[in-house]
């Protein structure tokens, strides 16, 4: 084979192949992504060790700190928990 060819033949390849990930990319990824099952709120009133998802009462003038919980299922259907304060 022709070396000219065959760099050719390598470039395009690869091109091909980039161009295949690419557009494949978007839907593996979502197909590797926790399913989201649930988003909930706790409250963590200021001098508690823990938050509490649910009915809490704070007292006025009480801090507090407010945590998004965001529950997932793995692939394997085990539970992933993402959480974020403020």
């Given amino acids: 084979m022709d070396p ?4 050719v033949t390598v470039v395009i390849g690869v091109a091909a192949a980039v161009v295949a990930v690419l557009v494949l990319w978007p839907r593996a990824k979502a197909s590797l992504a926790p399913e989201l099952v649930a988003a909930r709120v706790a409250v963590q009133p200021d001098g508690e060790e823990a938050a509490v998802a649910g009915p809490v009462e704070i007292e006025a003038g009480r801090g507090f700190t407010l945590h998004a919980v965001l529950v997932a299922r ?12 403020s």
């Fill in 4 to 7: 000219t060819r065959r760099i």
């Fill in 74 to 85: 793995a692939r394997d259907g085990r539970p992933v928990y993402y959480t974020e304060a």
